[in-house]
């Protein structure tokens, strides 16, 4: 994928987010993880602070080109219809 790129994937919360807003989300079906450090809304921060571990979400996610690994939730679709 390149640098980035949007990417539209289900993943489970593995670990909440912090108090300094970041999160870590794993594909649902796969072995890749996410390390979630920003949101491209208050709306979509406030509806993952309330995820909780092992929550199925389906999320929109776009590559914080200055942080290597970090990315940005883009839009959320959670199972339990948040």
């Not at 999160?23 to 309330?50: C, K, W």
Request: one cysteine or more.
């Amino acid at each position: 994928m390149s640098t980035g790129a949007l990417q539209l994937i289900t993943c489970t919360v593995e670990q909440p987010m912090n108090s300094h807003g970041a999160m870590t989300l794993a594909e649902a079906h796969g072995n890749r993880t996410f390390q979630v450090v920003d949101y491209a809304s208050p709306r979509i921060q406030g509806s993952l602070f309330r995820c909780r571990h092992g929550e199925s979400i389906r999320v929109q996610l776009k590559r914080v080109d200055s942080r290597g690994e970090a990315w940005r939730v883009t839009d959320l679709n959670t199972e339990s219809g948040r």
